[in-house]
T-cell receptor, first 113, second 111 residues
Framework: DAMVIQNPRYQVTQFGKPVTLSCSQT?????MYWYQQKSSQAPKLLFH???????NEADTPDNFQSRRPNTSFCFLDIRSPGLGDAAMYLC????????????FGPGTRLTVL | GEDVEQSLFLSVREGDSSVINCTYT??????LYWYKQEPGAGLQLLTY???NMDMKQDQRLTVLLNKKDKHLSLRIADTQTGDSAIYFC???????????WGAGTKLIIKP
């Protein structure tokens, strides 16, 4: 089945220790998104890749970076995690940027100690 | 700016119908979506409706759109325990890749 996969499902890191979250997709979609979701809140878009073109949201902290080495994979790097970065991180894809139906992965729950 | 609003909680008895409501402010919305999120999981697209439609039905789900009042609803017939989740309403516009999200409605099923 075509899908969006996120690894790991649960990640624990220490305050200030860099961490990388992974997303892969078998849908062959052009667009990949990273969202941050805190408890009982709506997802907040951090950035997205349209093919190889990186698009950062204006209020995304510099502490968050992303890489998309190929169509299938996208990574979220948190350079120096703070306690406030503990959240669920959701990866999503869409066929194209003007086709807004988004398909989500199961998420990675990040804990910062 | 754009805004999407939902009630935070809805409690229904198993077997009854659930109606989750959503209001939005931007009249240029093109698509309106309903996503379901079970505890600790990602978001699952349940259904969506194009803005030139009034109603869409898919098995137990019925979506109603009132463009004049900017009101969207999701009706779940014969609500089951597996329907317990948070339901997010979201809108999008042709000119913008972003989804504008509501805060989510937690559906609680009483036995």
């Amino acid at each position: 089945d075509a899908m969006v996969i996120q690894n790991p499902r649960y990640q624990v890191t220490q305050f200030g220790k860099p961490v990388t979250l992974s997303c892969s997709q078998t849908l062959n979609h052009n667009v990949m998104y990273w969202y941050q979701q805190k408890s009982s809140q709506a997802p907040k878009l951090l950035f997205h890749y349209y093919d190889k073109d990186f698009n950062n949201e204006a209020d995304t902290p510099d502490n968050f970076q992303s890489r998309r080495p190929n169509t299938s994979f996208c990574f979220l790097d948190i350079r120096s995690p703070g306690l406030g970065d503990a959240a669920m991180y959701l990866c999503a894809t869409s066929r194209d940027r003007d086709y807004n139906e988004q398909f989500f992965g199961p998420g990675t729950r990040l804990t910062v100690l | 700016g754009e805004d999407v609003e939902q009630s935070l909680f809805l409690s229904v008895r198993e077997g009854d119908s659930s109606v989750i409501n959503c209001t939005y402010t931007d009249s240029s919305s093109t698509y309106l979506y309903w996503y379901k999120q079970e505890p600790g999981a990602g978001l699952q697209l349940l259904t969506y409706i194009f803005s030139n439609m009034d109603m869409k039905q898919d098995q137990r789900l019925t979506v109603l759109l009132n463009k004049k009042d900017k009101h969207l609803s999701l009706r779940i017939a014969d609500t089951q325990t597996g329907d317990s989740a948070i339901y997010f309403c979201a809108e999008s516009m042709d000119s913008n890749y972003q989804l504008i999200w509501g805060a989510g409605t937690k559906l609680i099923i009483k036995p």
